[in-house]
Nanobody, 125 residues
Framework: QVQLVESAGGSVQAGGSLRLTCAASGYTHTMGWFRQAPGKEREGVAAITTDSRRTYYDDSVKGQFTISRDNAKNTVVLQMDNLKPEDTAMYYC?????????????????????WGQGTQVTVSS
């Protein structure tokens, strides 16, 4: 079994930065970050393969967010820069136990088996 725990999110002004960390226990393969704003569907933000050789980002965050992982510590980090009010959401860490075949699938929530409890990120204007 896999358990995922996100670090606390927080509030930041537009243009600021925030770093989220997900600590995992148990075996994980691909790990990703998702977010869900009130009244909206959960969307994939970023994902990273087991060897950190491939990363995938939603178009909305390319150049703004960076995902990385430390396999020795079994953690994954989402560095969020140049935050905008529209980035406000509950952010979730998620893990797969198998890789996805297509790049677009890395950001599909349905493929992720394990989920963290979520952490709130609020960006003010």
């Amino acid at each position: 079994q896999v358990q995922l725990v996100e670090s606390a999110g927080g509030s930041v002004q537009a243009g600021g930065s925030l770093r989220l960390t997900c600590a995992a226990s148990g075996y994980t393969h691909t790990m990703g970050w998702f977010r869900q704003a009130p009244g909206k569907e959960r969307e994939g933000v970023a994902a990273i393969t087991t060897d950190s050789r491939r990363t995938y980002y939603d178009d909305s965050v390319k150049g703004q967010f960076t995902i990385s992982r430390d396999n020795a510590k079994n953690t994954v980090v989402l560095q969020m820069d140049n935050l905008k009010p529209e980035d406000t959401a509950m952010y979730y860490c998620a893990a797969r136990r198998t890789p996805a075949l297509y790049a677009s699938n890395w950001l599909q929530a349905a493929g992720y088996r394990y989920w963290g409890q979520g952490t709130q990120v609020t960006v003010s204007s």
